[in-house]
């Protein structure tokens, strides 16, 4: 039997003073996330594994949290690929910060981290200008 790998994380915008200007970022982010393929459609990137907040609640929701959540068969065989369709998707969305979690049954737990250099990345920005960092646990050998 392959072993499973557990990836979950999420995606932070960074609050706005203009509620028109939250909306906006809001929606675009909606709307690539609704591009992403969904049902049988292969990517290890689907429409399926991402939620995020529709209509923002003006006392208690200020900044958008995308999150997101999918187990694969060893996918870290596969982990260049998925880091870059992640930051494919990550060029496409407004977000300040976002962090990747990757559990192996055989690797243990690695953490990654991506934060705007400026703040906010926009996607009229093209290339990502971020400082990422990884950590890593140790194995979950029995």
């Not at 992403?36 to 907040?53: H, K, N, Q, T, V």
């Not at 690929?81 to 496409?92: S, T």
């Not at 976002?98 to 705007?116: K, P, Q, Y």
Request: aromatic share 10%; hydrophobic share 40%.
């Amino acid at each position: 039997m392959e072993s499973e790998s557990i990836v979950y994380g999420c995606i932070r915008d960074c609050p706005s003073a203009s509620a028109a200007e939250s909306r906006l970022r809001r929606e675009i982010n909606r709307q690539v996330l609704d591009s992403l393929p969904a049902g049988d459609a292969w990517s290890l990137l689907g429409r399926e594994m991402f939620a995020c907040s529709e209509q923002p609640l003006e006392a208690a929701l200020q900044t958008q949290v995308i999150h997101f959540g999918a187990s694969y068969r060893t996918v870290e065989y596969e982990w260049a690929l998925w880091i870059q369709q992640f930051e494919a998707l990550l060029k496409r969305l407004y977000w300040a910060s976002a962090v990747v979690h990757l559990e192996t049954e055989l690797n243990g737990t690695h953490t990654f981290r991506w934060e705007s250099d400026n703040g906010l990345h926009s996607p009229h920005e093209g290339d990502l200008r971020v400082r990422c960092a990884w950590e890593r646990e140790g194995g979950l050998r029995s």
